[in-house]
């Protein structure tokens, strides 16, 4: 008789270890994109609405541009929040640009983690760029922010 395996996810259950993040006034709307609908078809389209109870928000604006690194999105799975880099809501930012960004960090939730050894984890494994590859554009995104990213950058 075959014994049925537990597939492993990266998805954990949101608990209140953060209970500040409940609080916070979590913007999805910015000044020239809406994060949320973008969300909705990106979740519809390729996650058949498995990421449930996700919050998609615009990150806090900094004063100072960062010099050497530039970070386009975060997710935080234990408050299930999407943050994404303000910096990308301006008008020379294309839109299949910040959709490739936001279905990176939605590809974080159902792809789990490889940890290595002495602790530490790997978050882009070969699953991961495997099915990066495989969204529509991904080299034209990718292109785009090398030849952009000096934009981002002081």
Do not use: C
């Not at 954990?12 to 973008?38: C, S, V």
């Not at 789990?112 to 991961?128: A, C, I, Q, S």
């Amino acid at each position: 008789m075959a014994r049925k395996t537990k597939r492993k996810t990266k998805r954990k259950l949101a608990h209140p270890k953060l209970p500040m993040q409940r609080q916070l006034n979590l913007q999805h709307e910015g000044t020239h994109f809406d994060l949320r609908p973008i969300f909705e078809r990106l979740n519809e389209r390729y996650f058949r609405r498995r990421l449930r109870g996700y919050k998609v928000t615009w990150g806090r604006r900094r004063k100072h541009r960062p010099r050497e690194q530039f970070i386009f999105g975060t997710i935080q799975e234990e408050d299930r929040v999407i943050r994404i880099n303000p910096a990308l809501d301006q008008p020379f930012v294309p839109p299949w640009f910040l959709r490739y960004v936001l279905y990176h960090e939605m590809l974080h939730s159902v792809v789990p983690d490889k940890t290595l050894p002495g602790g530490r984890r790997r978050v882009h494994t070969e699953e991961f760029s495997r099915r990066e590859r495989k969204f529509p554009g991904y080299l034209r995104a990718r292109r785009w922010e090398e030849e952009n990213l000096a934009r981002f950058l002081r």
